[in-house]
DNA sequence: GCGACAG
DNA sequence: ATCTTGTCGC
């Protein structure tokens, strides 16, 4: 798949932060254009002590439920895999996450065959202090709908949704709603999910929650977070 | 200065 | 994220 090149990532941590303020007045907020398909989901792992890091993408295509006790619930099927490794050139910091595993994301996407009508991505959207986080950065290089499906919270305050599967409740930056908590399983901690890009979060939040099964994690998102674990191995 | 802080 | 297997519980 194409991936565009938007700016260096080997950046000062200011001009960082300069570049995701620039940004973030470019992400989109549309409604999806149809129910997604061909749904990717992506993730990275770390190795060698820290100074590898790894990405995975896997593409999965939903496809309608036919045994009996799938029924109501989502059916996928394989479409692809790909994945890349780097040598690790920016610390973790709260707020600067593209910078260290978006290059890696990128190579891994690239290689792909196939072009995904959405991608999951395991990070925040604009559920961020600049509204650019990792799904958002990645959707612009990509210029594709991206959702991110963070396992926990960067900024932003909520009431705790309800406990049943799918419940969910907004999620604030003062009096903005930059996302929502989403319960993906009963009883278990819930996701944070905000717009990547191309979307908007009543697609993000459905899409999402089409694409779980019987994980906290969605599909695509659990097989990369699987593929990327047996890469750094 | 103190606390928070995606992966 | 990472160091790490089995184990308790639904």
Redesign the pocket.
């Known amino acids: 798949m194409r991936v565009r090149t938007l700016h260096e990532w080997h950046l000062s941590y200011a001009e960082a932060r300069a570049v995701q303020s620039r940004l973030a007045g470019e992400v989109r907020f549309e409604r999806l254009r149809k129910e997604p398909e061909i749904i990717a989901g992506l ?5 060698d ?2 100074k590898r890091v790894f990405a995975a993408v896997v593409v999965l295509r939903r496809v309608a439920a036919s045994t009996p006790k799938a029924l109501g619930m989502a059916s996928f099927e394989l479409v692809e895999t790909a994945s890349a490794a780097m040598d690790v050139t920016f610390p ?7 910078f ?2 978006a290059p890696v994301c990128l190579a891994a996407v690239a290689k792909l065959e196939s072009e995904p009508d959405v991608f999951l991505v ?3 959207g604009i559920a ?1 202090p600049r509204r ?4 958002s ?1 990645l959707g612009l290089f990509l210029d594709k709908p991206t959702i ?1 499906c ?6 932003g305050t909520f009431d705790e949704p309800g406990a049943e599967k799918g419940a969910h409740s907004p999620l604030y930056d003062g009096d903005e709603v930059v996302g929502a908590v989403v319960r993906t399983r009963a009883d278990v901690k819930p996701l ?1 999910v905000s717009v990547g890009h191309r979307c908007r979060l009543e697609d993000a939040i459905r899409v999402t929650l089409a694409c779980t099964t019987r994980y906290r994690l969605p599909e695509p998102s659990r097989l990369a ?1 699987q593929a ?2 047996q890469l ?1 191995r």
């Open positions: 993730d990275c792992a770390f190795g002590g820290g973790y910091i709260p707020g600067l996450l593209s260290r595993e395991d990070g925040q961020h650019l986080g990792l799904a950065h991110g963070a396992k926990s919270r960067l900024i944070f977070h990327v674990s750094k």
